[in-house]
């Protein structure tokens, strides 16, 4: 057997047992959402500091929800745009903020809308199903939204004598054809941070927590998908570790999702997916929202999201389809 080249050191994650104090920005940040009646939704690979004094820590199909059935005035979203969008077209009548403006997304980059648009022209018949990695525009062009915590479900309800093009993920997109055994036409896109991680990597951490389950996400290559015991979301990562009875798991996906990981299951140790050349694996798209651009979002009320109302009608539609679906 052939020996694996040395590479980055293992980063993991164990919960300490110490009350974390919080800080000025965060006690600020939480006067200002109870005063103005704001939610502050959060996605798994935000920073500790920020999943800490949030509403509500999810994947994109919980923040959808939670978006969906808020009463708050205000929805401050620490995520990337395009979920920001997700909440304003299921929120039109509120005021949806993103602390950073430029915090985008790869994957949805991925898939520009006028592509989308003159594929959709040349083959008017085809059935498009979004991931939820993509802007408003392509929302719009979309007949069903998925995530891909419900990805497989999504496709399954598709009518079968439609043909599927799936955007923007091809990782994913080949995922869910493995699962459903339904053939689809795969957009060439794929999210930057998780085809980082690569076959040698996962091995080589592999020889050192030889017990450890290797859980990935779906946007994962397939030749480092093949290697894992278990491919789900991120919200499914939590109650599979839960579950599981091993101690540690190697966890291929942004290292932000070990803080959510580690509070829920503090009894347990998780190793950050090594990449080929880090031994962690930040996305800096989500990075840039940060506790002072937090805070000064909610002093100021901006950056907002904008919409027109015809994007956001026709955006509705397709997320509106998923949430009945799933």
């Not at 004094?53 to 919980?62: E, K, M, N, Q, R």
């Not at 009548?93 to 040349?122: F, Q, W």
């Not at 009894?267 to 694996?281: L, Q």
Request: with cysteine.
């Amino acid at each position: 057997m052939a020996t694996l080249a040395p590479g980055p050191p293992i980063q993991i994650f164990k919960s300490k047992s110490e009350e974390k104090t919080l800080s000025f920005d965060q006690k600020e940040i939480l006067r200002l959402k109870k005063e103005k009646n704001a939610i502050l939704l959060c996605h798994n690979y935000q920073i500790d500091a920020i999943q800490q004094i949030s509403d509500y820590v999810g994947d994109s199909l919980g923040l959808a929800r939670q978006a969906a059935e808020t009463d708050a005035e205000i929805i401050v979203f620490c995520g990337v745009h395009f979920m920001a969008e997700t909440a304003k077209i299921l929120n039109p009548g509120k005021t949806v903020l993103l602390p950073d403006m430029e915090a985008g997304c790869s994957l949805s980059d991925s898939c520009p809308a006028e592509k989308l648009a003159l594929y959709r022209e040349k083959n008017p018949d085809i059935y498009v199903v979004a991931y939820v990695n993509c802007s408003a525009e392509v929302k719009a062009l979309s007949d069903v939204i998925c995530t891909s915590g419900n990805a497989v479900q999504i496709v399954n309800r598709v009518p079968e004598d439609r043909e599927i093009l799936f955007v923007p993920d091809q990782n994913l997109g080949q995922w869910v054809m493995g699962q459903t055994n339904r053939k689809m036409n795969l957009w060439p896109g794929s999210c930057y941070a998780h085809v980082l991680f690569t076959q040698e990597s996962v091995e080589r951490c592999r020889l050192e927590y030889p017990n450890a389950p290797v859980v990935a996400h779906p946007e994962c290559m397939d030749s480092v998908r093949d290697l894992a015991d278990e491919v789900c979301s991120t919200e499914k990562m939590v109650s599979f570790c839960r579950d599981n009875p091993s101690e540690t798991f190697i966890i291929l996906t942004e290292t932000g999702m070990m803080h959510r990981l580690n509070r829920e299951l503090p009894d347990k140790s998780f190793v950050a997916g090594p990449t080929g050349h880090c031994a962690c694996n930040d996305c800096r798209f989500m990075k840039m929202n940060t506790l002072p651009k937090l805070l000064e979002c909610l002093r100021t009320g901006n950056p907002a999201i904008e919409m027109n109302e015809d994007l956001i009608r026709k955006a509705k539609l397709p997320i509106e389809r998923m949430l009945a679906w799933s």
